[in-house]
């Protein structure tokens, strides 16, 4: 698969790049392992400085680093914009957070002195998606980046340029050369990386496929990994909820990122007695939404990244029609150059249909119906995925109910379903295992080494942060 720049607005291809030739792989990846040994021992203090610098350049390039995203991968402009400087904010998290999440953790045991250290693990390979092409490297790399790991990223074949700008923002923030390096490699060089002895941990972000086969392979290799896979995530709505509010944010929750995202609500769970009237002011919002070129700030809904992407969500939308589904909005690819498919509206599928469980990874929503609490718990966990879920209710104990019974990593109450610097991030089930983000985030790739100490003699001091290896 070729590494490229292809526009999802045209289909026109616009650069392409060559792929690291096996010489010039292996002196990035000696590097990563050289730079690792002297960057684990740079004081907190200087990491915390260069990353607050790389916040800095996310701020101030965001129109720049936006233009690059909307190029490759399609997603609006103002929304191209809002991710870098959302990167921002997960860099001046660690910042603030890092050096407490990683000093010393005391533990007593009763006379010796006990404690928990963190150390860095080492090259860490992180093999990310096309559709949040800044944040989801960002998310990765602010927290590795300020524990003393040193990344390696393998990013989406068609968002190469966004990858090298990644690795240029933080040589220009003042990491040393080495602590950050893209990998323009083929899909067949992943398990070579791997495998390497100098690469200690691997992190995915994508679908349910590539998470089994790096998960395998880093197995395989007694290796580290976490898995942020896909989604088909709930969301429900009750009797007790504000209507219009859940519609409006039902429609944002959808669409979001031209509806490509893990965590985009895609199967609405709606009570009876209120389904009829959701049903109909939902096909309302989805009819004003405007379709069209991602640079245009007047655009809600851009095209998809590629096309075999289109491809494949017809015929996922085709099949569960034809097992029964109600077409009630769109349904077919627009006639325009690009990757366009619009807001599209399928109600009760039945459970043989790909609407009922599967990913839908575009602006295609699934309407369904419950009879009650009990029954859309039920809906809701009727998915081999566990990511995420929103939830419309202001009875208390039907909140209870949901947060307790719904099988997902993250349940968000009367609001959707967003990722935060200062929340943890991940799912179960087929979704993946392992977390992003916050305190789990940066303690996935650490050594939580168990010190003990002989009482009757002088301790070793504690440690407040990560001063020093």
Not at 141 to 150: C, D, E, F, K, S
Not at 205 to 233: M, P, Q, Y
Not at 366 to 392: I, M
Not at 413 to 425: G, H, I, K, T, Y
């Amino acid at each position: 698969m070729a590494i490229a720049t292809i526009d999802p607005t045209s289909g026109k291809t616009l650069r392409t790049f060559d792929a690291l030739t096996p010489e010039q792989l292996e002196s990035k990846l000696q590097l990563a392992s050289d730079t690792f040994r002297a960057y684990r021992q740079t004081p907190f203090a200087e990491r915390a400085r260069w990353m607050r610098r790389a916040a800095e350049l996310l701020d101030a390039g965001a129109d720049h680093y936006g233009r690059i995203m909307t190029e490759e991968m399609g997603k609006p402009l103002e929304a191209a914009k809002a991710e870098a400087k959302k990167c921002a904010t997960a860099c001046r998290y660690y910042v603030a957070k890092a050096e407490g999440l990683l000093k010393d953790r005391p533990i007593d045991v009763g006379g010796d002195t006990a404690f928990v250290r963190y150390q860095p693990l080492g090259p860490v390979l992180a093999i990310m998606p096309w559709n949040f092409p800044f944040w989801q490297v960002v998310r990765f790399a602010a927290p590795a980046l300020m524990a003393g790991n040193v990344g390696l990223l393998k990013h989406a074949h068609n968002v190469p340029q966004c990858a090298l700008a990644l690795e240029t923002l933080f040589l220009d923030a003042g990491f040393p050369k080495g602590a950050f390096q893209t990998l323009l490699i083929e899909t067949a060089d992943v398990n070579r990386v791997i495998e390497d002895a100098r690469v200690r941990a691997v992190t995915l972000t994508g679908s349910e496929g590539a998470g089994r086969a790096v998960g395998a392979s880093a197995g395989k290799s007694l290796k580290k990994v976490v898995l942020e896979l896909g989604g088909s995530d709930p969301f429900i709505v009750m009797p007790s909820a504000d209507l219009d509010k859940a519609v409006e944010t039902a429609a944002s929750a959808r669409l979001i990122n031209n509806g490509q995202s893990c965590i985009a609500a895609k199967r609405f769970i709606v009570a009876e007695p209120i389904a009829a009237e959701f049903e109909r002011r939902f096909v309302e919002r989805l009819k004003k939404v405007t379709v069209g070129d991602p640079m245009d700030p007047k655009t809600d809904l851009g095209p998809l990244a590629t096309q075999g992407i289109l491809q494949g969500l017809h015929a996922q939308v085709e099949a569960s029609v034809k097992a029964g589904a109600r077409l009630l909005l769109g349904g077919k690819p627009l006639e325009r150059p690009g990757n366009f498919y619009p807001p599209t509206l399928l109600a009760d599928p039945p459970p043989a249909a790909p609407a009922f469980h599967d990913e839908l990874f575009g602006p295609v929503a699934t309407l369904l119906r419950a009879r009650d609490v009990e029954h859309a718990v039920e809906l809701a966990n009727a998915t081999p995925f566990g990511l995420g879920a929103s939830v419309w209710t202001r009875d208390a104990g039907e909140q209870r109910r949901f947060i307790d019974g719904i099988e997902s990593g993250m349940v968000f109450v009367n609001q959707m379903v967003v990722s935060d610097a200062r929340l943890p991030f991940g799912g179960v089930k087929n979704s993946g295992h392992g977390r992003e983000l916050a305190d789990l985030g940066i303690h996935e790739f650490l050594n939580a080494k168990t010190v003990r100490v002989a009482s009757g003699g002088d301790a070793p001091p504690a440690r407040g942060g990560a001063l020093s290896e």
